[in-house]
Nanobody, 114 residues
Framework: QVQLVESGGGLVQAGGSLRLSCAAS????????MGWYRQAPGKQRELVAT???????NYADSVKGRFTISRDNAKKMVYLQMNSLKPEDTAVYYC????????WGQGTQVTVSL
């Protein structure tokens, strides 16, 4: 079955960095676009970044220039390097793949303090 397992979240001060990881299994990883989304308390889940099979990337305007999405097809991993973190980046971050239906991981909490 499809599994997405996120890790790497935590508490960091504003201006700091974190690297999120997502381990994927149960589907043909290398031919699918992968994504990171986030959901802050009281807000809808929103797209953060996607990376295609050819490693074309797409970012939300709010994270452009600060976050970098990457993938390792051999390891079936997708990463999100987050630099210059801001308090408004605080959210639960989810890994995503869209097959016949969208699949989500359990999420990893990122908290950015002042």
């Amino acid at each position: 079955q499809v599994q997405l397992v996120e890790s790497g979240g935590g508490l960091v001060q504003a201006g700091g960095s974190l690297r999120l990881s997502c381990a994927a299994s149960g589907f043909w990883f290398s031919i699918n676009t992968m994504g990171w989304y986030r959901q802050a308390p009281g807000k809808q889940r929103e797209l953060v970044a996607t990376i295609s099979t050819g490693s074309t990337t797409n970012y939300a305007d709010s994270v452009k220039g600060r976050f970098t999405i990457s993938r390792d097809n051999a390891k079936k991993m997708v990463y999100l390097q987050m630099n210059s973190l801001k308090p408004e980046d605080t959210a639960v971050y989810y890994c995503n793949v869209r097959l016949s239906i969208p699949y989500w991981g359990q999420g990893t909490q990122v908290t950015v303090s002042l």
